[in-house]
């Protein structure tokens, strides 16, 4: 195993779906917004899980989205 390529695809993983999930979080907040669906002062319990078969790797990670 190559490390620096590992971790660099660890890396890359990571970040594309930190960029593409805030992504999609940002777009369901202003959508509820606009339908009015939330106030805007809410935080939301939040959850999260990685899953790699071939590792037979399944991670949950819980955490909170705040709106205000």
Known sequence: MNEDTFNMSVRKFLKS???HGQREIEQAVAKAMASRTISGAETFPAT????????????????EIALQ
């Not at 999260?48 to 955490?63: N, R």
Request: net charge neutral.
């Open 17 to 19: 779906f930190g960029l």
């Open 48 to 63: 999260i899980t990685l899953q790699i078969a071939g590792l037979k790797l399944d991670a949950e990670f819980k955490g």
